[in-house]
């Protein structure tokens, strides 16, 4: 990249200039962005930069709150972003809940992007000074009276869709209505750095979960993805695994509060097979909150894949797809009073009546360490006809409240480390 940029500047030297009133343009191409200030709205200022400077060029964003009002996607192809300061979505959350007002590029679920960045070979450097701020508040306190439904258009704060090789450094999200971060479709994507926060801050809410799907991370058919250095605090999951993940690492993580290291939903589209394949969870802390900031820790690892008969439609509903989750190791995890250590779900959504269609096998769970709140320590409920096997526990230390720990297993074989009950 660095030598097409260098050739490019060459290229362009002299003979380039950018007609967009905000921007400086500078050797080659640099757009550089100040916040208008209060009460105006950046989003104009923030399209034209990228228009200008987002192939082949450098835009940097000085420190400082730039006030978004409208959807927004940033197409980049061999560039550099450098966020300084923060995007800030206006918090009109009628505006943002109609679905012509966001992006659908998400299709699992139906999901609704206010930010997408989609392109290649690109950085988006945030200086561990900008990134996003969701202004979530309103939106949890909105939702306690509204039913929270997959699919009913809080948007994903920070989307990536159909990116190759790009880059995100030192990123901030603060305050997320609904998942701080989605990379779809997308292939060679590294996240070094990343600080999401969803903590309700309303006394009125004090103690209780009003921060519900508040995600750290989706991933969806992507290949390539690589997270480090992360640290979420949220009400859900701190990263969930969804059908077609392949090859993703995440390394240096802690996960406050919430549900975990999620694999899930996957099976929900009975029309669809969803494979997850090649996951490596390494060095994480799942850490239980003070319950009046956040009461939720549900799980340390966690796996949730669709019972076997249709039960409604996505995107609140479904079952029945086929799938399969293979190889995934889970190594130096210390997991702090959560409620199970690890957990599979596998008919999720019905009875097992007909069992789930999604296979689970081939997981290492090593240097799994710290404590669980109720004394079943880990429960794998998998489905009668598939399954869940060839699951390996090296070096399992996870202790219960009472020295009185339980470990289910329903139709599970090639369980090494748990005791002769899994097999
Ligand atoms: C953002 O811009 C809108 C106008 O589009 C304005 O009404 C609002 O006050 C601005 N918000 C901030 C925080 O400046
Ligand atoms: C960017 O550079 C590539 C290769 O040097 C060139 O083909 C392309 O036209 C350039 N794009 C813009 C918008 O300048
Ligand atoms: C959603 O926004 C579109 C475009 O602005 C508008 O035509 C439509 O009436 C809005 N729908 C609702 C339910 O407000
Ligand atoms: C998250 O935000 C809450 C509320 O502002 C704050 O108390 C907490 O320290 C933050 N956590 C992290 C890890 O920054
Ligand atoms: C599967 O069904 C969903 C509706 O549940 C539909 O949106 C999607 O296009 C279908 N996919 C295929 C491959 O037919
Ligand atoms: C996953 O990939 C397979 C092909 O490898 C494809 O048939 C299937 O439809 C994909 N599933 C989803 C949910 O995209
Ligand atoms: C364990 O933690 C959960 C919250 O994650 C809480 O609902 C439950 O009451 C706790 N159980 C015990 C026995 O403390
Ligand atoms: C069991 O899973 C491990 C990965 O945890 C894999 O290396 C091994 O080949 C699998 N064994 C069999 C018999 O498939
Ligand atoms: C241990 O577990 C058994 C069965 O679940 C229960 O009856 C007993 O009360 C538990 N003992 C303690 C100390 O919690």
Redesign the pocket.
């Known amino acids: 990249m660095a030598m097409a940029f260098s050739k490019l500047i060459a290229l362009v030297l002299g003979v380039f200039f950018v007609a967009v009133p905000q921007c400086t343009t500078a050797k080659g191409r640099t757009c550089t962005l100040y916040p208008l200030g209060p009460g105006m709205d950046d989003t104009d200022q923030v399209e034209a930069a990228i228009a200008a400077c987002g192939h082949n060029g450098t835009t940097i964003f000085e420190e400082g709150s730039y006030n978004i009002t409208r959807k927004m996607m940033w197409d980049l192809d061999t560039a550099r972003v450098d966020l300084k300061g923060v995007l800030s979505f206006q918090p009109d959350i009628q505006h943002w809940l109609n679905s012509s007002n966001t992006f659908q590029v998400v299709f699992i679920q139906s999901q609704s992007s206010w930010f997408v960045v989609t392109g290649k070979d690109f950085i988006i450097d945030a200086h561990n000074t900008g990134g996003i701020d969701g202004n979530g508040q309103p939106w949890w306190n909105f939702f306690t009276t509204v039913p929270r439904r997959d699919g009913n258009g809080r948007p994903i704060s920070f989307t990536l869709w159909r990116v190759t090789r790009g880059v995100i450094r030192h990123f901030t999200i603060l305050s997320p209505p609904f998942w701080a971060n989605t990379v779809a479709e997308s292939t060679d994507v590294v996240y070094n750095g990343m600080?999401v926060?969803a903590?309700n801050?309303d006394p009125a809410f004090a103690g209780q979960n009003i921060v519900w799907n508040t995600d750290g991370i989706d991933t969806y058919r992507s290949d390539k993805i690589t997270m480090l250095n992360w640290?979420v605090?949220c009400g859900d999951d701190c990263i969930a695994i969804k059908g077609n993940s392949s090859n993703i690492i995440a390394r240096n993580f802690v996960c406050?509060g919430g549900e975990g290291i999620a694999f899930g939903s996957v099976g929900q589209y009975a029309n669809m097979t969803d494979f997850v394949s090649n996951v490596l969870v390494e060095n994480v802390k799942v850490l239980r909150l003070s319950p009046e900031?956040q009461p939720n820790m549900e799980h340390g690892i966690y796996f949730k894949t669709w019972d076997g008969a249709v039960n409604g439609m996505p995107p609140t509903g479904g079952g029945g797809g086929p799938g399969l989750v293979k190889g995934a190791v889970f190594r130096n995890v210390q997991i702090d009073s959560v409620e199970t250590a690890v957990q599979i779900v596998q008919n999720f959504g019905g009875g097992g009546a007909v069992p789930s269609k999604v296979k689970l096998e081939d997981m290492r769970f090593e240097n799994i360490y710290g404590t669980t709140n109720t004394s079943t320590i880990v429960k794998l409920e998998c489905g009668t006809t598939l399954g869940c096997s060839n699951l390996s526990f090296v070096n399992f230390d996870v202790n219960g409240p009472d020295g009185n720990d339980t470990i289910v297993c329903d139709n599970t074989w090639d369980v090494v480390g748990l005791g002769a009950s899994c097999n």
């Open positions: 600080l926060n903590t801050t640290d605090t406050r900031q």
